[in-house]
Nanobody, 120 residues
Framework: VQLQASGGGLVQAGGSLRLSCAAS????????MRWYRQAPGHQRVLVAG???????NYLDPVKGRFTISRDNAKNTVYLQMNSLKPEDTAVYYC???????????????WGQGTQVTVSS
């Protein structure tokens, strides 16, 4: 099972981007899905998370601008980012945890990261 992220890019301040991250491979019963970001010289931080029931949480600076959602049928998580600011510039990573039902094995997976650059 692997996570594949997409949707990053270069955008001007005030613009929008939508990130996607899909799980593929073996059947994977996903619990929570999350987006993290890491700016140069900084630690990786949790930006937004969504549980299997749809409960969400956000990093304070992105509240009201970013929206996390998921499509369970597609094992995909999205991050809609509006009103982007230069300080949102970072590599964004998706993360998911769950169970491989055939093996009854817990996994935590990371996507490869996608660059988001916001110019002023």
């Amino acid at each position: 099972v692997q996570l594949q992220a997409s949707g990053g890019g270069l955008v001007q301040a005030g613009g929008s981007l939508r990130l996607s991250c899909a799980a593929s491979g073996s059947t994977f019963n996903i619990f929570s899905m999350r987006w993290y970001r890491q700016a140069p010289g900084h630690q990786r931080v949790l930006v937004a998370g969504i549980s299997s029931t749809g409960s969400t949480n956000y990093l304070d600076p992105v509240k009201g601008r970013f929206t996390i959602s998921r499509d369970n049928a597609k094992n995909t998580v999205y991050l809609q980012m509006n009103s982007l600011k230069p300080e949102d510039t970072a590599v964004y990573y998706c993360n998911a945890d769950g169970i491989l039902p055939d093996q009854d094995k817990y996994l935590e997976l990371w996507g490869q990261g996608t660059q988001v650059t916001v110019s002023s």
